[in-house]
């Protein structure tokens, strides 16, 4: 790891001011995926803004119709929390799908989305539900917020405050873990609000989460696993690697989004 | 340089240190306190954990600084004198261990999983526990044993 200098705001005003004066500055949350990646050089940031004494970021709220959470909310936190189980269960058991106890104390939400990493949980469940990503400058829709494989509409200083979540009366997240990483090697996430339908994969697109519109329009006719039947998901563009084809992973989509809906219909 | 100070084991430490300081080097290599392992050094395998401020975690994915003023507790603070915590001796009578390299960590993560879930606890929930700490020689089945065991002792 390269040496770096470090900084502590406790505003997200002083975060963002520190990122706009130093160029190439990166910030830190639960450090989960950042440290890592700093040890092998991958990312050499000669400058860090720690978010851990930022007030106002963190927790999970009922607002509204929505569940709101901040960014710097651990995924244990959220994986507790009783007004997330409450409202939105499919959304409260993401984060205990992801890596171990010990992870999940550390890594947050702001930092999972922000990261966006192709195999991540909560993109999936981000684009699943709808979300709103809520920055220090604007409101992102999930639909526009993540644009490739680790990259995000996100300028270099704008911080994620809070994700806010709609709640859906129907929705579950199916994974399929990876057996030694723990990581997604799929996952899809399903949810019915109203009219809005929505099927997103995370693990198998080579572009990051994508959504399925034409597992989503079959679910507008009638919300149930028969629907998918029969219909399956192209393997170009899929990835393929030491751990899955792409004819395997389109082959998960089907599966898992068949198992998700049977799940979402039960709630 | 960074000024570092936080509590270790009971005691206050202050240190200067580089900033890349991970809070696993701190403790091994500042404070000589060698319990804490490093084995992958990629945010796996769980040799490392330790208790800050009573929760565990990764002390080779948390920067020295991260821990200013927190309460850190590593494998050497677990003991009363001589006699061993209720887990080590579990661990010891069970024999959950071969090499005891990743010990240390195990015995760091059991504490945790007894404090955040109590002193009765399964096969499965232990298993699934254990995802953060990986064994490379005993398959885990004494391991596991020995945390049910040592849950109990800890009432
Ligand atoms: C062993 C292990 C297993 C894991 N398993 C899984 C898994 O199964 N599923 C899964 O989804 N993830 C998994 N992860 C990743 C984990 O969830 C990370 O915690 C998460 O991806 C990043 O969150 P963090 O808070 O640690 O962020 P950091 O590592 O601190 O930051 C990650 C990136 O996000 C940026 N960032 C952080 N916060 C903000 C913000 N508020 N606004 C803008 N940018 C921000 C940082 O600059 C950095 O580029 C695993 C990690 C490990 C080490």
Known sequence: ?267 | MTAVSMTVNGKAVTADVDSRTLLVQFLRENLRLTGTHVGCDTSQCGACVVHVDGKARKSCTMFAWQAEGANVTTIEGVANGATLHPMQEAFREHHGLQCGYCTPGMIMAAIDMVHRLGHELDDKTIRQELDGNLCRCTGYHNIVKAIAAGARAMK
């Open chain 1, 1 to 267: 790891m390269y040496a770096f200098t470090f900084h502590r705001p406790t505003t997200v005003r002083q975060a963002v001011n520190l990122l706009a004066k130093h160029e190439d500055a990166k910030l830190l949350a639960g450090g989960h995926s950042l440290i890592p990646v700093m040890k092998l050089r991958l990312a050499n940031p000669p400058v860090i803004v720690d978010l851990s004494k930022v007030e106002g970021i963190s927790g999970v709220e009922l607002k509204g119709r929505s569940i709101v959470i901040g960014a710097m909310t651990r995924h244990v936190e959220v994986a507790n929390s009783q007004v997330a189980k409450d409202n939105l269960p499919a959304l409260a058991e993401v984060p205990g799908s992801i890596g171990d106890p010990h992870v999940r104390e550390a890594g947050t939400i702001g930092g999972s989305v922000a990261n966006n990493d192709p195999n991540a949980d909560y993109p999936a469940a981000c684009l699943g539900l709808g979300a709103t990503i809520v920055t220090s400058k604007r409101k992102i829709p999930a639909d526009e917020f993540f644009t490739g494989m680790f990259s995000t509409a996100l300028e270099p200083d704008e911080i994620i405050t809070k994700i806010s979540f709609p709640i859906a009366k129907k929705a579950a997240y199916q994974k399929f873990k990876h057996p030694a990483s723990g990581f997604a090697l799929v996952g899809v996430f399903v949810s019915k609000r109203g009219s809005d339908i929505r099927v997103a994969v995370t693990g198998a697109g080579s572009n990051g989460v994508f959504r399925v519109k034409e597992f989503e329009e079959a679910l507008k006719k009638r919300f149930a696993p028969k629907s998918l039947e029969g219909l399956s998901v192209k393997a170009d563009g899929l990835n393929s690697d030491i751990h899955a084809g792409a004819d395997y992973r389109a082959h998960l989509i089907g599966v898992l989004a068949r198992r998700a809906v049977a799940d979402a219909v039960k709630r």
